[in-house]
């Protein structure tokens, strides 16, 4: 019984979430169990997975390059009080 799936096996969306969300959850200040770290760190850590073989490292490439990651830096948009109170349907 084989468990573990292959790289090509595991869909590219869900190749490039996996590294969204690494990044995310190192470097969310908002999380009340741990502190962020910098984003040069998470990068180095993102790397280091890559070189086990955990991540896509052409996809890898793209995020880092591209700087995907300054994108999550853009604040949320905030609904006001009034859309709060009745969303849309």
């Given at each position: 019984?084989r468990?573990?799936?292959?790289?090509?096996e595991i869909?590219?969306?869900?190749?490039?979430?996996?590294?969204?969300?690494?990044?995310?959850?190192?470097?969310?200040?908002?999380?009340?169990?741990?502190?962020?770290?910098?984003?040069?760190?998470?990068?180095?850590?993102?790397?280091?997975?890559?070189r086990a073989?955990?991540l896509?490292?052409?996809?890898?490439?793209?995020?880092?390059?591209?700087?995907?990651?300054?994108?999550a830096?853009?604040?949320?948009?905030?609904?006001?009080?009034?859309?709060?109170?009745?969303?849309m349907?």
């Amino acid at each position: 019984m084989r468990l573990q799936t292959q790289g090509g096996e595991i869909p590219v969306q869900s190749r490039m979430m996996t590294i969204a969300d690494i990044y995310d959850a190192l470097t969310a200040g908002d999380r009340p169990y741990k502190k962020s770290i910098a984003t040069v760190e998470a990068l180095d850590i993102l790397e280091h997975e890559r070189r086990a073989g955990h991540l896509d490292g052409a996809l890898l490439d793209v995020f880092v390059e591209a700087k995907i990651y300054e994108q999550a830096q853009i604040p949320a948009v905030s609904l006001s009080a009034t859309d709060r109170r009745h969303p849309m349907r």
